[in-house]
């Protein structure tokens, strides 16, 4: 887990591992069933803001080229603004699953129907319950949007173009997608870091990676400087 505090205003942006995110999926499926399951996937696995997930159809699950989709249409997204976004298949089946198994369901109504405010009040308490097992203050800190926080820098840790990255999670401006995701690391990344390091734990690099990486540095100095005195 890494934590960033809020510059204006009290709290922490987090970032959560792969391993804690499937703790947290878990510990909301144990709370609430599948609507829980479905509601923390929606959040970290599609990148939805917390009144988009509380608004998701089964109708909204589509296939194109073979993949599956999932509409946020203009009266749900934040911007009103169409878009779609990956979703994983066997999350995107639990979806369609909903109405048929409930009878006071149609395929156009919400398969959570509850509002933004209990989905992020279903994330603070199974992240307490998550804090008293592992004694990790860090999950008092996180929120829903946390999870769309996570989903998105991994994308983009995973090489999937920035644009892309904007138009599957809805964001518009340039400059505050910019500054909120592309100069930020998940956990995994901090990690791999490190890893370079040799006084943290991390390997030793080899004699033909050092030599690489001190012909980088020269070509960088000025010839001015580049000589002996």
């Known amino acids: 887990m890494r934590q960033d505090p809020f510059d204006s205003r009290d709290g922490f942006r987090v970032w959560l591992s792969d391993d804690e995110t499937a703790a947290l999926?878990?510990?909301?499926?144990?709370?609430?069933?599948?609507?829980?399951?479905?509601?923390?996937?929606?959040?970290?696995?599609?990148?939805?803001?917390?009144?988009?997930?509380?608004c998701v159809r089964a109708v909204d699950v589509v296939e194109?080229?073979?993949?599956?989709?999932?509409?946020?249409?203009?009266?749900?997204?934040?911007?009103?603004?169409?878009?779609?976004?990956?979703?994983p298949r066997d999350?995107?089946?639990?979806?369609?699953?909903?109405?048929?198994?409930?009878?006071?369901?149609?395929?156009?109504?919400?398969?959570?129907?509850?509002?933004a405010k209990t989905l992020n009040r279903w994330v603070k308490r199974a992240c307490e319950q998550l804090h008293a097992e592992t004694n990790d203050d860090g999950w008092l800190n996180v929120t829903y949007h946390d999870l769309r926080r996570t989903w998105g820098t991994r994308l983009l840790e995973h090489g999937v173009l920035p644009s892309v990255v904007m138009v599957q999670g809805g964001w518009e401006s340039w400059p505050t997608?910019?500054?909120?995701?592309?100069?930020?690391?998940?956990?995994?990344?901090?990690?791999?870091?490190?890893?370079?390091?040799?006084?943290?734990?991390?390997?030793?690099?080899?004699?033909?990676?050092?030599?690489?990486?001190?012909?980088?540095?020269?070509?960088?100095?000025?010839?001015?400087?580049?000589?002996?005195?």
């Open 177 to 229: 997608f910019r500054d909120s995701y592309l100069g930020e690391f998940s956990p995994h990344a901090l990690k791999r870091e490190r890893n370079k390091v040799p006084w943290l734990g991390g390997e030793s690099m080899s004699e033909q990676t050092q030599t690489q990486v001190q012909r980088q540095q020269q070509s960088q100095v000025p010839p001015a400087f580049n000589r002996s005195f």
């Open 25 to 54: 999926i878990e510990k909301m499926e144990d709370r609430g069933g599948t609507s829980h399951h479905i509601a923390a996937r929606l959040g970290v696995h599609c990148g939805l803001r917390r009144e988009e997930a509380s």
């Open 91 to 115: 999350l995107a089946d639990r979806i369609k699953m909903i109405p048929e198994y409930r009878s006071d369901l149609e395929i156009d109504d919400s398969v959570l129907d509850v509002s």
């Open 64 to 87: 194109d080229l073979g993949k599956t989709n999932l509409r946020v249409p203009e009266a749900h997204a934040k911007l009103d603004k169409y878009r779609e976004t990956p979703i």
